[in-house]
């Protein structure tokens, strides 16, 4: 058995983590921390049956961090750094699902984040957890940083033509995503009334932090080097073929994500050639699924499994591609991926507990 | 011209104030309240277009009173008290819509809001303002103590079987709202994610605050002595022949009021006696209508009017008559009927602004 | 492994079976139908991944019935009834997730079908699948009738009182539904902006058919000859001691159930007593948990699971007791129950492909 | 008095009407037809209260068309034809809210919607009824051809930038739309099982009609020969200086559309001038407003009102701006803007009924 443990349990990607986990084979759970519901049981925090409901829930400080193999850390960025630092010196392997080891340049990490990482040797050795791009190193890692929710859907709908070197210029992702993503926390903008009947467009252009994770990870398999820089400091990208504009939107649907991708393809690129690059990069994927030519993704295609789900629509008369890519922001734009990656790491059947 | 004062405008009572008076042929804004967002103007609260985002907030402490002549409370329960008094004593008439003046007794108020009420004499004067049942009352009065959205709905529906005295035993009312009835400060249960794609029971029984309102109402109408009082303290209401359980459900829609409302009719009493009943009774009212025979209620029979629809289902083989009414809370349950009030004290036509 | 067919497979009953299926140890697909979409392959019907959305689907009369060691039943009612027959004779057991062998009594089922039974004999075998109250017979059925939607909810919340004897006069059912219990034809009352931030009561009072097996099911636990007539001919009822109002309400919310149930508790009958009754039914039951005292149920509690979650509010000063029941309307209520059957039926771990 | 006829009467856009129409200081209904309704009235159609319920529909046939000084036709493509040209035979101004009088090139009517154009002479006559763009024209005009929903919410978003001749190249329009623009005929897209919870994109690229009138309204004010053409058939635009790629999304709200358009600015084209381009278009526009720097546009913005809101983010470092364009699909979108037309042409205040 894999015992598991979850900094952070009481957010949505926790609950999720419990759901999923709790088909997995071969996982128990050993321990789970609040520190704002720390003293209650699980069951007090969300409606959900027995036994999951009579979980009992710690402060961090009061974890024992060595009775877990795995840990998962669902805590907010800034604040995962330590937690992840301290579960691996007590032995365990850590999937962070926050954004603290996304990033390899720390200098990059600080001018998103706005705080210095204090964890740089960690930095360097954390692997960024998209096991369709590093499924090998996954396997060796013992700290995986979870991606983040939007970049899953827009790297997996871009890597095959990244890697055909087919990035250039101006790439545009018009994402949608459920209210889930923003967290559980209440706020106006996340209050039922003023989010449904309503979609409402927020750090769009080059002001989201996803930013920096979408040009990192596709900038390294177009070869090139690329550095997404915050919306105030314009970028040094002179070197990259490509800059991605994203412009997240909040849907009201509780979750999944939608990116509708917009690229301008090389001239001579066919559709034939670009066809068969997703084909072969996502042959042997168990959780990437390309549609048929005319289909476009949607939510329904994916909320509530693991998958991403991938649709090309070609426009006629023009250079454009329009990817259309749909993932559940909480499973493979989270707690799934996390679950995938430790199944990875831990020499398992990579789909266990997630189909 | 009426010079209109809203204090505390920033709610979505003050929101849908604002556009009803923005179509009345004599109403114009003197000034609008708001304790958090004074110093700022409405477009920074509400997302709304020009010449509303203009208007400026103004601290309850620097609003001038005597500026206007009609002045609307949107103050929260108990906070409303003192500023009622003095707007009145300014000179203006005045629609409370908070809950502070509608329960004639005292102590009835002091045992269902917590607090005593510091504006006895104010309270004496204060007429509940149900068109429907206090028309003549209301033509004549300074202060409107303005219904509550649920009591519009229930006393509305129940009204016609009280005056016949038809009233006795047990009466359910299932009702279910949407979630602009929460108001606007967020919390865990107005979050998106938790209140969409659910129903939520809450305060069941007999623990709603409404309830009392209802039974003031709707016992005055069945002739008898009726006191609701708070779940704690069972009631004394021996003397009354009814006793209302109001389950009140939260809805994931944004605005209205569904009443499901169970009546045992006393032995020998006909549906069409019943049936003539509403008929009298509503015929000439401008704002409640009666559905046909195998008819129900719907939201959308009434939502973005100030409209009660009401169908009548007599369940055969049993005495039971089944009740559906529905309002949209935001306009019959609050600001529309506070209109409405406004025309009737002011001696304008009834319907100003609501048609 | 058990061979699975699935009649009438591309309705929402059938995709979440396949989903639940699809996690089930031993339970592999042998055949699918559908008249509608025969000849494609379920991946043209629903936005799913593979493998599911490459299995083909087959007009029934192509299906091997033979080829099936166990087959669930998804056809309209009225239609479910000969091709049950034809599953059970080519040696299968039978799940039917139609109202078709639910009703005991032939001459009820016509009353409320408006068709004959053509099949009395197996009508007579068929056992009514709630595990909590028929597990026994369930295990050595051949023929099991999955309960509906409404009921599910209905009797479990009911059910420790009719056995107390406690179940007297009127018992009122509010209960409210998710669209996908309507089904996948579109219709103008299901068509999204006609439902959306809407609720609408139908068929309430005596007129829904699933009041017919609440009554044969809480009867049969009464003691109690019971039998519900439809709304025009009103019941012979005059032995049974209890009679039930039901409302539904179409709910704007894709899946759930919630019923919300208003019981006069006979007097001298204590809460303590109550809450005891409930918790010596339920102790043992895999899939059926009890609130607290002071919770209610909400769709929350259950959605996407395969638990009824029961919670009971007692009215202060009143005889009444509220029953709040939720269920997942396509699980509980309908998949998920079934396979809990099939798992029965099978000598299966009860729960398996279910938690 | 305006004697107003409605042919088409029982789609969203004819409740919207009457909705509107109810408002208007000197609109009365002389008419409404139904070939799907004729002979029940409109109550039994639509959940409305009186009086509008107890209007009468009747078929196109029977209706008096000299009894109407207005009709507005809200009727199917193609459909629309006939009737418009017998309606202005028949001495009334015609608003068409339906895509008939739209196109002013024949041929490119007949290739966007598959049939021939049967009214050449009034197809030249008629003024396409966007009154931010042709207010003259509609003043004098017999014939309107109401504006598409996404075309009026893409034009606005762009005619600054069209007339300053600033669009050039591939412009993207991401825009999300509410349920209703799918028309009130229950479909298994829009059934709300599918369309919940779920976001579709659907004829993205350049395949959705409304592309048509995008191009010719925009191009028109490039001063450009500009045609766009069905998909199918690439365009001969050769001539034109910019293209528009469009991706409608289905969107699970009731009404509204917002439209995220992306524009490459020409080098030295700078944010001031843009700005100021914007302001002096929309400076006396009734029913226009900007929103400031940081603001973007969302559904709230305009939702039940005639309102166009547009948001201008440019994007630091490329020459991108992202305009954010929000209305009410079936306010702006349809029967608002074609009340607006109305007051135009009879020489009313072209806000009556409208705020």
């Known amino acids: 058995m894999l015992r598991i443990g979850i900094m952070g349990a009481t957010g949505y990607t926790g609950l999720e983590l419990l759901k999923i986990l709790g088909r997995h084979p071969v996982a128990q759970i050993a321990w789970l921390t609040s520190e704002s519901n720390a003293g209650q049981c699980f069951g007090q925090v969300f409606p959900v049956p027995p036994p999951v409901a009579d979980l009992p829930l710690f402060a961090l400080a009061e974890a024992d961090l060595s009775a877990a193999d795995v840990v998962f850390a669902c805590l907010p960025h800034a604040a995962a750094q330590a937690p992840v630092a301290a ?13 603290d080891y ?20 960690l930095l360097a050795e954390a692997v960024y957890g998209l096991p369709e791009l590093h499924r090998t190193q996954i396997k060796g890692a013992r700290l995986i940083a979870n991606p983040g929710c939007y970049p899953t859907s827009v790297i997996l709908g871009l890597s095959p033509l990244a890697r055909g070197g087919w990035l250039k210029g101006t790439v545009i992702a018009d994402s949608k995503s459920g209210v889930s993503g923003a967290g559980r926390s209440p706020s106006l903008k996340t209050h039922f009334v003023e989010a449904n009947e309503n979609i409402s467009p927020y750090s769009i252009g080059r002001a989201h932090r996803h930013l920096a994770e979408m040009e990192q990870e596709l900038g ?17 990208g002179a070197e990259s073929p490509f800059q991605v504009v994203f412009s997240p939107h909040l849907l009201p649907v509780n979750r999944g994500i939608l990116s509708t991708i917009y690229v301008n393809l090389p001239e001579g690129v066919t559709e034939a050639e670009v066809r068969e690059a997703y084909r072969t990069m996502y042959a ?19 909320v509530n499994t693991n998958f991403c ?9 023009t250079p454009t591609l329009i990817v259309t890519a749909s993932i559940d922001n909480l499973i493979k734009g989270a707690s799934g991926q996390a679950v995938q990656n430790m199944n990875l790491m831990c020499g398992l059947d990579e789909t266990c507990g997630l189909k």
């Open 87 to 99: 579960a691996l010196a007590a032995g365990a392997r850590v999937v962070d699902l926050s954004a």
């Open 309 to 317: 789900a991938i649709g090309l629509t070609f426009v006629p008369g």
């Open 220 to 236: 390294a398999q177009s070869g090139a080097q690329s550095g997404a820089q915050s919306g105030d400091e314009p970028g040094q």
């Open 102 to 121: 996304r990033l390899h340049d720390a200098t990059n990490y600080q001018a998103w984040y706005g705080v210095p990482h204090t964890q740089p040797a």
């Open 284 to 302: 042997g994927e168990p959780f990437v699924y390309l549609l048929r030519p005319g289909e476009v993704a949607t939510l329904n295609h994916t």
